[in-house]
């Protein structure tokens, strides 16, 4: 990865949820890029607090966010077709992730699912470089909404939730919104609560396993906020039959990717 001496630059992944930025560094041309800084900020907070809008682009204030002011930035995210960044590039969301996933697990080969807030994304990626995907935007009910609402009607933190994937409920709502309503029923039904937890889960890893047989090979890297959910990760490799890697850092993939785009030039 070509870079030059010292170089830092900055990605920034404008999510529906939270708004990921990082800073990385690559010291010489054959040094593996280190990332200094990682900080995630809550989407509205980030840009009631630290942006502005100037002439049509978002302006960042990179400095009170505790970032140098003045680096090479590229974006990506669910923000990107309205909000260009002054002085930024940006990144398409599909590159981005694919780009993360290789930097951050040295694989070249593999099935990228990347669930998000709102979305989700399965990237089928060969030696290094994209080549099919799907993406589904147009439903929360494999992402992390849909996680963080159904552990609400549960009373459970999305860390206890994620403990569970033993003899899950079957739920059958394909949309998030009448998820809750079928899991209230359940719960007026009398199931144990880790039953309902697992079948949350169950019910996330059963709406990508259809979307992956299109796409074969025996590794699946995991990235996206839901990858920190355990039983889903289980789950996951029961249904799919295969290996699956999480990356150090999931839910920061998109902008570490625009991060290496960044000292590549790889827009």
Sequence with gaps: MAGKEGNQVCGVDLGSRSVKIILLEQSGAEERPSLLRRQSLDTIEFYRNFGRMQEG?????FSALGFPAGLKTVSTGYGRNT???VDGEVLSELKAHMLGAVYQTGLLDFTLVDLGGQDSKIIQVRQGRMNDFLTNDKCAASSGRY????????????????????EPVELNATCAVFGESELIGKIVEGYAPARLAAGVNASIVRRVLPLLRTFQGETIVFSGGVAQNQAVISLLEQGSGRR????PDPQFNGAIGCGIAALNSAL
Excluded at 57 to 61: A, G, I, Q
Excluded at 244 to 247: F, M, R, T
């Design 57 to 61: 682009k978002l302006m960042v204030d």
């Design 83 to 85: 909000l260009a960044l």
């Design 147 to 166: 996680l963080e609402n159904m552990a609400h009607v549960l009373g459970m933190s999305l860390p206890e939730m994620s403990r569970y994937a033993e």
């Design 244 to 247: 699956v890697v999480v990356p």
